[in-house]
């Protein structure tokens, strides 16, 4: 009898933990099945925003060229794009981002009257062979490396040229829906010889006030301790968004942190990738 009345109970003791496991599986399966569906409307919710968002940009880009076309004509010619690039640099102001863009149409015409810079302008800044393109990151941005220590502070105005001849060869060479670039700027060697501070604040200007929305990532690699100064001064004058797209880069943490943006297949030889660099002037 009491063999039996034992069975009974370690039969009793199965069934209620059977019940227990298929509630807490019952359990499980509806917190799986609510978060699931929490996951479907954020996503919904953020695919909601994205839209009115473009939509807002679009409004936005509109009024904008109404703005721009008013006080100079020549915007005709000017994609969407383009604009929305100075809206965004403007935080999506308006008046801001068309004074900006009213500005540097005012210095392209008068700097670039012919539309554009022949590498026949600038053969002194060619010659120090400094600046390279080759290959395109994960995200599809253009690839281009920029040899700091080849620098010779020259002529202003030639050297202000070379910067506008190499970003209207990186534009030029944009992938379709892509409008961003990845830069590495390369400090190996860099001495004093090459501390040219009003040519770095001039090329930062361009970029900036000119070419906004343009940069996507820089990577400084090869940084030597004297670089420093140079950069104190400079630093001041690189708008917060662009400070935010610029990483220092450990001589140990190199190869590392150039692969976790660009491929091995895209990467250039001298970083134990696969691609060879390409002057700027053969792009």
Known sequence: MDLNKKERENDDNLNQSNIKEQVVEMKEERVGEAVAVAMEEEKEEEETVTTE?????????????ALVQREDPSSKEVD??????????????????????????????????????????IPHEIA????????????????????????????????????VFCLDKICAR???????????????????????????????S???????????????????????????????????NTKKKIMFVENKKLNSTLLSDIDESQLPEIYGGKLPLVPIQDC
């Not at 392209?108 to 302008?121: D, K, L, M, N």
């Not at 941005?141 to 030639?158: E, S, T």
């Not at 004297?226 to 001041?236: E, L």
């Open 206 to 240: 361009i970029l900036q006030d000119c070419y906004p929305e343009r940069l996507g990532k820089l990577f400084l690699v090869h940084v030597p301790y004297i670089f420093m100064t140079a950069w104190k001064m400079v630093y001041p004058f690189i708008d917060k």
């Open 128 to 163: 120090q062979n400094k600046f390279f393109m080759q290959g395109v990151d994960r995200n599809g941005r253009p690839i281009i490396l920029v040899y700091a220590g080849r620098h010779k502070q020259l002529k202003l105005d030639d050297f202000k040229r070379f910067v």
């Open 53 to 65: 968002m473009a939509e807002i940009e679009k409004s936005k880009v509109a009024i904008m060229r």
């Open 80 to 121: 969407d794009l383009m604009l929305r690039r100075f809206l965004r640099a403007r935080n999506m102001d308006i008046d801001k981002a068309s004074n900006m863009f009213l500005n540097y149409l005012n210095w392209r015409h008068s700097f670039v009257p012919t539309g554009s810079i022949s590498a026949s302008q």
């Open 174 to 204: 944009m992938p379709r829906g892509q409008e961003k670039f990845l830069a590495i700027g390369d400090l190996q060697g860099w001495g004093y010889a090459n501390s040219d501070v009003r040519g770095y604040l001039a090329a930062l």
